[in-house]
């Protein structure tokens, strides 16, 4: 069984030292009540939850899977005890709203305990994100009487959520779905339609289950402008919430998949169930982007915990396991061969994981603190500084981190030799885990055009001018002894810059530039973002000493050698053009038939 210690050292060394998270807190009248004693508690609490619970369900889980049975799913043994005391431990309800019975605690917080429990059962996980997920956009978009009614019960535990868009013709394209809802006599829609791929989309945790299905109404405009967002519960329930007879919804099959494979993937049929509109007619995107944009995070997060628990155990195992001499010199003559951990290439494998670790986590602390201003902050001009940041940002953290949380498990797989690649080490399980994350939620390919189209071209910068100003502002203030990390990034940053506007010259003459250029410009944007974080981390462990801070500048001056130069390539790759893309006929692709 793979190893975790969760990384608390490295966490409040981001939240405390480089964000100084409390003045942040008692800045605004809905945080005031959180202090780094209250914030070390949950992480801690969670740290053994997710090390003692989860972690030891993992591997079994895996194998067993989540099955079906006479229409009802079950999830993999273990996992109803493990969900039961997640409930009970009040984790369903740490970021809810306190109006409803949730704790009202910051994302900057509620992010760490999520890398947790991805570190240790990404399957696991899934069941209770969703259900964060469907909170999220009832409470934004439902009346008085369904948060009423769904928040309580999502925060206890009793009863959880999907999001049900996906259809087997329509995945990206939502605006194609076929899903119909006819209104009835009283108040309530019939919905009818098959939905794949949904996660969760039945199980034995709870009580009753939620979904959150996007439909059109009969006279709906055709395309995007006429998705509805819908309410369909798996029981029927009365008002006081006592659970009745079944709903015309349940699942037909579930998927049989790569890895997550003890969250169920149900296919979804809707016959006739009854569903209650949430939110304005047509406007069902709005809420389930609500939806969407929190899990876009967590995914993320996802890739960092599957990366995080990937590096541990490719550390342990580097060393111990004995092969070779090292080329420098022999370190354990008394043994017949020097740990591997003395090959500079191991060390590479293992520097890239790390290296990736530390800035993804800094940087979903910095995305989750402008998720926390637009939230909680009473400044008009900070709320909509945060709102634009949170847009520009969002793509990234799921994309980039995502894709380099993929490398760095596949790093530290390698780093095992043939032993990461059979069973017993359980590295193949998180790369075969992590691997959903750069699909689901939106690919990262879409994710990469949201980035440039939506976010970047379309506004002609606005988002993107005062994210890099700042970043300059930073880079201008930074000390001497940091003129490695300073010079860098103002470098990355001017890359970008050049980039992006030689980009929008090109996007002007031929529109399908963006499309050609996203990915790669998406990743030249992420490694510039990644050296913003390193930045403010060696600024901030210089004013501390020890070990675990001076190590800081090292690990950041490997990215600066090592995993930066990338930056560069990736913006030529994106202004490479797309006429080597699109020059090629059909019938070359055709050929390979
Ligand atoms: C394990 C799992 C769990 C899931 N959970 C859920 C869930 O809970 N709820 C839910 O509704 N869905 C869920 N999904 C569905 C998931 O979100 C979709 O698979 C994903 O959005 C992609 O849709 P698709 O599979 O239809 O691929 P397609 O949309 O067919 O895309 C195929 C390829 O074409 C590319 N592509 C498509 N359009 C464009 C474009 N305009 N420009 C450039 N490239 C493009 C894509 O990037 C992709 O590489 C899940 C999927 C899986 C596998």
């Not at 981001?14 to 202090?35: A, G, H, P, Y």
């Not at 369904?146 to 009793?158: D, H, I, N, T, V």
């Not at 098959?194 to 009580?207: A, C, E, N, P, S």
């Not at 201008?476 to 929008?504: H, P």
Request: hydrophobic share 40%; glycine share 8%; aromatic share 10%.
């Amino acid at each position: 069984m793979p190893i975790y210690n969760a990384p608390l050292e490295d966490m409040r060394f981001i939240l405390n030292d480089v964000f100084k998270v409390e003045d942040f807190w008692k800045s605004t009248e809905d945080l005031s009540f959180l202090d780094i004693a209250t914030a070390d508690a949950i992480l801690e609490e969670m740290a053994k939850f997710s090390k003692n619970v989860l972690l030891p369900i993992n591997r079994s889980g895996d194998e067993e899977g989540a099955r079906i049975e006479d229409g009802q799913v079950y999830t993999p043994k273990g996992f109803k005890e493990a969900f039961k005391q997640y409930a009970e431990g009040g984790w369903m309800s740490l970021a809810g709203d306190p109006e409803y019975g949730g704790q009202g605690m910051p994302k900057m917080l509620t992010m760490m305990s999520e890398e947790m429990l991805m570190a240790t059962n990404q399957s696991f996980t899934l069941y209770p994100n969703l259900t964060n997920g469907a909170c999220l956009a009832i409470n934004a978009y439902g009346s008085d009487e369904q948060k009423a009614m769904y928040l309580p019960r999502f925060y206890s535990g009793e009863w959880a959520g999907t999001m049900c868009l996906t259809e087997p013709h329509a995945g990206t394209d939502l605006g194609i779905i076929r899903t119909k809802a006819v209104p009835n006599d009283d108040g309530s829609y019939a919905i009818s339609g098959t939905k794949i791929f949904i996660t969760g989309g039945d199980h034995d945790l709870t009580d009753n289950i939620v979904h959150l299905v996007l439909a059109k109404t009969p006279d709906a405009p055709a395309g995007t402008r006429g998705i509805s967002m819908f309410i369909v519960p798996k029981f029927m329930h009365d008002d006081e919430g006592n659970v009745g007879e079944r709903n015309g919804a349940g699942p037909g099959s579930i998927e049989h998949k790569m890895g997550i494979k003890a969250s169920a993937t149900c296919v979804m049929n809707f016959d006739n169930a009854k569903g209650w509109l949430i939110g304005p007619e047509n406007k069902g995107l709005n809420a389930m982007f609500v939806m969407m944009n929190y899990e876009r995070l967590t995914m993320g997060l996802q890739g960092l915990g599957g990366s995080e628990t990937a590096y541990q155990n490719a550390a342990a195992y580097a060393l111990d396991r004995l092969q070779g001499r090292a080329s420098s010199g022999v370190t354990s003559p008394e043994k017949e061969a020097d740990p591997i951990l003395h090959h500079p290439d191991v060390r590479r494998m293992l520097l890239n994981a790390k290296s990736h670790n530390e800035a993804a986590r800094c940087f979903a602390v910095y995305v989750a603190k402008f998720l926390d201003t637009a939230k909680f902050s009473s400044d008009e001009a900070a709320v909509k500084e945060a709102h634009d940041r949170v847009a520009l940002l969002t793509p990234v953290a799921k994309g980039f981190l995502t894709d380099m949380a993929l490398d760095a498990c596949i790093d530290s797989q390698q780093v095992f030799g043939g032993h990461g690649y059979v069973r017993e080490w359980g590295m193949e399980q998180l790369v075969r885990d992590t691997r959903i994350a750069q699909i689901y939620e939106g690919t990262n390919g879409i994710q990469a055009l949201d980035l440039v189209g939506r976010k970047i071209v379309k506004n002609g910068g606005a988002f993107l001018t005062p994210y890099l100003e700042e970043i300059k502002t930073f880079a201008g203030g930074m000390s001497a002894e940091n003129a490695f990390m300073k010079d860098a990034l103002l470098d990355a940053v001017s890359t970008i810059e050049d980039t992006t506007n030689q980009l929008m010259a090109l996007v002007k003459d031929n529109i399908d530039e963006i499309n050609a250029s996203c990915v790669d410009y998406m990743h030249a944007f992420g490694l510039m973002s990644y050296a913003y974080m390193f930045a403010m981390m060696v600024e901030a462990a210089q004013e501390q000493s020890g070990d675990f801070y001076s190590a800081k500048p090292k690990l950041a001056e490997f990215f600066v050698k090592r995993r930066l130069p990338e930056l560069k390539a990736r913006a030529a790759m994106a202004l490479a053009g797309a006429d080597t893309l699109m020059d090629m006929s059909d019938e070359y692709f055709a050929q390979a038939l």
